[in-house]
């Protein structure tokens, strides 16, 4: 199967016509009814898999980016929807949201690991980085965009996915996108089951590539980046 979507050269826009999925009435998205309980660094994948600081973390990128790397693949992703405003969800230091706002976006980062919100603000002391759960934060604003970005969804307390995705929905505006892209590995979240999770929400796919650098998605890959609309703000 190769990429869902339009061509990734020709920069998609905020309320732009999305041509081929049918409109559906539908409530504004809540959460579940039984939703799971708060993610604790006991439950927390993420706290399970860390071995090195936020500050540690980030120099990677940095010395990657002195050596002449773009490391931006997914903010260069996220500027082709042009948004005024992103939620960062699982920002951890705080890379991705730090340069969307350097291209002049609204950004707020949400993370629950507070040593790698430590690097963020420290960094980019004048944005908003709140210490929250995904499953519970409530912003009480809507964005544009929600991108998670690093692995979000396979570092998260097992079976909080359905909540964190109906949380996110609750913050995206009128024709907002989600993005998220994760490795595809045994025994983690199937890319197949986040489809239904999306759906289960209300979420249509849009596009779908093999990296954040737009190369066209292959059944089997290991690794996926997805891009959902509500359905109910997709044009017939």
């Not at 999925?21 to 706290?47: D, I, Q, Y």
């Not at 909540?163 to 009128?174: D, F, K, Q």
Request: charged share 20%; with cysteine; aromatic share 8%.
């Amino acid at each position: 199967m190769e990429a869902v979507g339009a061509d990734c050269n020709l920069p998609p826009r905020i309320g732009d016509r999305v041509v081929g999925w049918r409109k559906h009435s539908r409530s504004w998205p809540s959460l579940p009814t039984s939703s799971p309980p708060p993610m604790t660094k006991s439950s927390n994948r993420w706290f399970q898999a860390r071995n090195v600081s936020g500050d540690a973390y980030d120099a990677t990128y940095a010395r990657r980016a002195a050596a002449g790397e773009d490391v931006h693949g997914e903010a260069n992703f996220v500027e082709r929807f042009a948004p005024a405003s992103v939620l960062d969800g699982g920002c951890g230091t705080g890379r991705v949201g730090r340069e969307l706002s350097r291209r002049g976006m609204d950004v707020s980062g949400v993370d629950i690991d507070s040593e790698m919100l430590a690097t963020a603000q420290r960094l980019a002391p004048a944005l908003p980085w709140l210490l929250a759960d995904l499953v519970t934060v409530d912003l009480a604003r809507t964005f544009d965009a929600v991108v998670l970005a690093g692995n979000v969804m396979i570092f998260l307390a097992p079976n909080a996915e359905h909540a964190v995705l109906a949380n996110m929905a609750r913050h995206l505006a009128p024709s907002g996108v989600l993005i998220a892209g994760f490795q595809l590995q045994s025994g983690r979240l199937a890319l197949e089951r986040y489809d239904e999770l999306a759906a289960a929400v209300g979420f249509v796919l849009e596009e779908r590539w093999a990296t954040w650098n737009c190369d066209p998605w292959v059944t089997g890959g290991d690794y996926a980046v997805s891009v959902h609309r509500l359905a109910s703000e997709v044009a017939p």
